[in-house]
């Protein structure tokens, strides 16, 4: 027995101190109450007949006085919080690491989840601890972390909060030296965990066929084609799975495939009789364990060339570029000859600049002089391309780490959007309202025309100008849309809980779903889709071969001194009961 | 007299003496009252028998007839008629205070009546007072008139000392006595034993008649809780728990030392009568006459 609040000197002084007062005030208990009778030879008869045949007789007085110690004892000792390891285990920390990781969403032959199991098995575990163990819940999601305490009641509601999450699943940093670590996982999106991490399986086979790729892509034959491509797995029994592609205009592509164990079936769709919108895939199999993996979502863009006018006084790697784009209908044009037109989509300016910005979005080359542009302040020379913003949607698939530059405007960037920047100016600014790009070099200043990515570069520009673009794929969780101060809105229109971080637009996707960022004119589409062969095979588990922990329970679910106290409230009852009844002394 | 005393033995109780005499005689009608026959021959006026005369005898009791017939002194014999002697032992030891009314007063009260019925028969009554020895004695009395003499006797005894009835009795019965009705009136709480006083009483061949008085406080103690009991008779204490099943095992034993005395009386012919000092005393004393130990 060790004790918490106190020495072991310390509780012994205080066990004897108690015992000895209450032997002492046993002692000096109240005399008897004197009262005359008229004969006392009966009386003498009872209790002399009683005394010499009972041993009870001669034992009362002393388990009364057991009684009253024991009881003072028990009230004393419960002060220093005693512990007895055998009966409520030792003091010690547990940390339950719950993997929230989407597999766990795998239903179970029971009709559970592999979630629903580790909720139970981590409350066993709060059963097994003793009373004075402390509990911490984390979790793979990084979402739940609470502190170190011994209040199950606490925890156990924390648990019936969390779920699994659709996020990329981590094993959380843990001090295995403090607290014993356990983990509950199904052992399929986590593998590896530290060497003193206990491991506690709710894993089961299932059948599972899932969408593990689904994009929708030009066709690079087809100008203005667009084709889907799916591939979906099959994780469990050999079985036939209905795939349906369905569009916003009502269009479906039905088809039905037999696939054996892990056969992959990959298809390409043909879009071109689908109207724009979302388009959604789906897939069908019996006893699928795992529906997260049955949806994935796309968007499939405008179909119609941008009406383009090139404002330049000749510009040969400009013009041949965009006569090469076979989504371009392209106009040339002086700078002096420069009228603005209704039938133009998009301006493009070669170090010009009208006095008034277009009504329509221009990408200007160059810093030309006009009102509505920032002023140049002066130039500088071989500007090195330092920094550069990927998710922004006209820097999508274009690299300019390695372009080199003559010589820039330097430009004051305040309201306007950097895209990419050197050390000294910005190279690349967008300005949203009015739409415009340029860039601060121009393109004989440079050697960027001769880089792969600037036809790219140039279509993404037109594309964010007038077209809507593929929509971003993404992983659920929490889901990020390049695009600051926007309303995310759901495929049915309906506005989506979203905050702002570090410029972009943040919202929570636990399913997949097809979402779209909406700021004013623009309008961002974000496709999230599991489409992850990691996730989807729900049978790729350690626990086929590795054990499940397991852990002794103990008797006791509190502290020492609740029992203690119990029991000299019981004893207390015992003692009353039987001294007024007289049985006891 | 002290007031209790006076209310002792007030009005209503001598009313209800009445009543007992009325009561007693319709009883006893017709049976002989007041003259006892006895085998002693004597001057009394029924015939006996004969014997031969001798000189000294009372020649006035000579058969002159049968002298002239028989030439021969005989002398008539006639029975001898004398009144009943009857002996109230009243138990004056300090265990008799005991009970509400005390056990004491009871006694009194129905050695009184009883007193009262035998003076009514001109017999000749006894009242003796006694704890470890013979406390006080009243000379034998005969006649109603007497009864206010025995009342005053009775007030006068006080309770005191331990009970020692064998001792008592002894002292009493060595002085000569005559054979008689010996009525024992006790708690017959004697450490010594009640069986070998009334063995004396037994020996000297008096009728004996025993009455038992008890408190409702003996028979059924009140007591709970941690206690030191207290004899009253000789102040030894003893501290003891009550318990219930303490309480049981007393009036068990109660009960057991009852039926003892009881049986001792049945086994020896002698008359019983228990009671507690809140039953009506003249229903006892009727029970007194309906065993007939007054009536020989």
């Known amino acids: ?104 969403n795998t239903n179970t032959s029971d009709g559970k989840t592999r979630w629903q199991h580790a909720a139970e098995r981590a409350k066993s575990l709060l059963d097994s601890g003793g009373p004075t163990t402390e509990f911490r819940v984390l979790d793979t999601a990084e979402v739940t972390a609470s502190a170190f305490t011994t209040d199950r009641n606490e925890v156990r509601k924390l648990i019936d909060t969390m779920s699994s999450k659709s996020a990329e699943p981590h094993f959380p940093r843990v001090d295995g030296r403090a607290a014993q670590v356990y983990f509950i996982s199904d052992g399929v999106a986590i593998h590896s965990t530290p060497s003193f991490v206990k491991r506690i399986s709710v894993f089961e086979p299932a059948n599972n066929v899932g969408i593990t790729a689904f994009e929708i892509r030009s066709v690079p034959s087809t100008p203005l084609g667009y084709e889907a491509y799916l591939e979906i797995q099959n994780f469990g029994q050999p079985t036939e799975a209905g795939l349906t592609l369905s569009g916003p205009g009502g269009q479906r592509i039905i088809k039905t495939v037999r696939l054996e164990t892990e056969q992959t079936y990959k298809d390409v769709f043909d879009l071109s009789q689908f109207a724009e919108g979302g388009i959604r895939a789906t897939v069908q199999a019996k006893d699928d364990a795992f529906p997260m993996d049955d949806v994935a979502f796309a968007y499939l863009p405008i179909k119609r060339k941008t009406r383009t006018l090139l404002v330049t006084k000749g510009n040969r790697y400009l013009e041949t570029a965009l006569k090469l784009d076979n989504y371009v209908e392209l106009s040339v044009t002086e700078p002096a000859s420069y009228r603005e037109s209704p039938n133009i989509d998009t301006y493009i300016f070669d170090k010009f600049a009208p006095n008034a910005p277009p009504a329509r979005p221009a990408l200007i080359f160059g810093t030309p002089s006009a009102p509505w542009l920032k002023p140049a302040a002066g130039e500088i020379q071989k500007p090195e391309i330092t920094t550069w913003s990927e998710d922004h949607p006209i820097m999508q698939y274009v690299s300019v780490h390695d372009v080199a530059i003559e010589r820039a405007a330097r430009i004051d960037a305040d309201n306007l959007t950097v895209v990419a920047a050197s050390k000294q100016t910005p190279l690349i600014v967008v300005s949203e309202k009015p739409k415009w790009v340029m860039l601060t070099f121009s393109l004989e200043a440079s050697d960027f025309a001769f880089h792969v990515g600037f036809p790219v570069f140039i279509e993404n520009v037109l594309a964010w100008f007038n077209r809507d673009q593929l929509a971003l794929k993404r992983s659920p969780g929490i889901v990020d849309v390049p695009l600051a101060n926007a309303q995310v809105q759901t495929i049915d229109g309906k506005t989506d809980a979203s905050e702002q971080q570090l410029g972009k637009t943040i919202f929570l996707a636990n399913e997949p779903g097809l979402f779209a960022g909406v700021r004013g004119d623009t309008r961002v589409h974000v ?34 001194w609740f029992y203690m106290l119990l029991a000299s409230a019981v004893l207390i009852s015992i003692e009353w009961f039987t001294y007024h009844r007289r049985i006891t002394l | 007299m002290s007031t209790a005393n006076v209310t002792l033995f007030d009005d209503e109780f001598l009313k209800k003496l009445e009543y007992l005499n009325i009561i007693s005689k319709r009883l006893f009608a017709g049976q002989l009252r007041a ?54 032992f009243v138990d004056s030891s300090q265990s008799m205070s005991y009970g509400n009314p005390s056990k004491l007063d009871y006694a009194r009260r129905v050695c009184a009546a009883l007193c009262y019925i035998g003076l009514a028969n001109l017999d000749r009554v006894n009242v003796i007072s006694f704890a470890n020895g013979i406390k006080s004695e009243m000379p034998p009395q005969r006649g109603k008139g007497r009864i206010f ?68 406080e003996e028979i059924d103690p009140m007591l709970r809780g941690e206690l030191q009991l207290v004899d009253s008779e000789n102040n030894v204490s003893r501290e003891i728990t009550i318990t219930p099943s303490l309480l049981a095992a007393y009036r068990a034993e109660f009960n057991k030392y009852c039926e003892a005395i009881e049986s001792y009386c049945g086994k020896y012919q002698l008359g019983y009568a228990r009671t507690v000092t809140d039953f009506p005393f003249e229903e006892l004393v009727l029970k007194v006459f309906r065993q007939g130990r007054f009536l020989k």
Not at chain 2, 53 to 75: M, P, Q
Not at chain 2, 178 to 190: E, K, Q, T, W
Not at chain 2, 202 to 207: F, G, K, P, S, Y
Request: glycine letters at 4%; aromatic letters at 10%; charged letters at 25%.
């Open chain 1, 1 to 104: 027995m060790t004790f918490l609040a106190l020495t072991a000197a310390q509780a012994g002084l205080l066990a004897a101190t108690t015992v000895g007062i209450i032997i002492g005030l046993y002692l000096l208990k109240l005399r008897h109450r004197r009262v005359l009778i008229s004969s006392s030879i009966l009386w003498r008869r009872v209790l002399d007949e009683r005394q010499s045949h009972s041993l009870w007789e001669k034992l009362r007085r002393i388990i009364s006085i057991v009684i009253a110690a024991t009881i003072a004892l028990l009230i004393a000792l419960s002060l220093a919080r005693p512990e007895i390891e055998s009966l409520t285990g030792k003091n010690e920390r547990i940390v339950i690491v719950l993997d929230t990781s989407p597999t766990m």
């Open chain 1, 527 to 560: 496709a999230v889709n599991l489409a992850n062969p990691t996730f989807s095979d729900v049978n790729r588990s350690i626990f086929k071969t590795d054990r499940t922990a397991a852990r002794q329970q103990f008797w006791l679910r509190r502290e020492l």
């Open chain 2, 149 to 216: 003499k025995i009342f005053r006797f009775l007030m006068e005894i006080t309770p005191g000392g331990e009970t020692h009835a064998r001792a008592s009795f002894k002292t009493y019965c060595t002085e000569t006595r005559r054979r008689g009705l010996a009525v024992v009136i006790s708690d017959m709480f004697d450490g010594n034993g009640f069986e070998s006083a009334l063995d004396i009483l037994r020996h000297v061949r008096h009728d004996i008649f025993v009455i038992h008085i008890a408190s409702h």
């Open chain 2, 35 to 88: 003259e006892r026959r006895t085998r002693k021959r004597g001057t009394g006026l029924e015939f006996a028998d004969y014997r031969a005369y001798v000189a000294g005898d009372d020649f006035r009791h000579l058969d002159w007839k049968a002298y002239l017939r028989l030439n021969r002194l005989i002398l008539k014999l006639f029975e001898e008629e004398e009144d009943l002697p009857i002996y109230f």
